[in-house]
């Protein structure tokens, strides 16, 4: 099946800090999403982002599916920012259904 | 708007017992359904998902099942529980499509499920 990884795994930033995460997928995809999960583990969806750039605040995401990659930015940091951060996509190539998720990058932002 | 209800938000089971997790979806019809696990360590796992009543496919083979009664109503079930089966269980949804062309896709709280 379609592997997705994601880096770095670990980040730790001072709060006001600009951050880039990466998403590289081993195959065509149908779609892909970012997600945030807090502390508390709610999962939130930030992106539907098969392909192009959007904004949203002080996020925003850039997916090149002819490069099988994927980028989530987060400018001026806040402590609120802290969590899990996971990419996932659809394989586009026939294989399982539904969504697959990278193992997520843990973002620690610290006051 | 539509909102995803999903509980209990935390479940202490012995082993050997039966489980029933319950999640339903409002302010949308006939939408996917999916029960997903995520295990100490972050990554989430499919488990099962569903396009219709009564319409379930499973993703890896278990001691759970899933169930869907009703249009907006998703039930993961077990009759005896194992220690491996400790977990966070994850309910979402999107709106209605084949998997071929999943949409956005939005979470339950989750529930936190420990066998001891």
Redesign the interface.
Known sequence: GIQVEQSPPDLILQEGANSTLRCNFSDSV??L?W?HQNPW?????LF?IPSGTKQNGRLSATTVATERYSLLYISSSQTTDSG?Y?C?V?DGGGG????T?G??T?LIIQP | SQTIHQWPATLVQPVGSPLSLECTVEGTSNPNLYWYRQAAGRGLQLLFYSVGIGQISSEVPQNLSASRPQDRQFILSSKKLLLSDSGFYLCAWSVHGTLRHVGPLHFGNGTRLTVT
């Open positions: 149908n779609n999403q997600f583990g709610q999962l939130i969806n539907y899990v996971f996932a659809e399982a259904d539904g969504l998720f193992k997520g843990h």
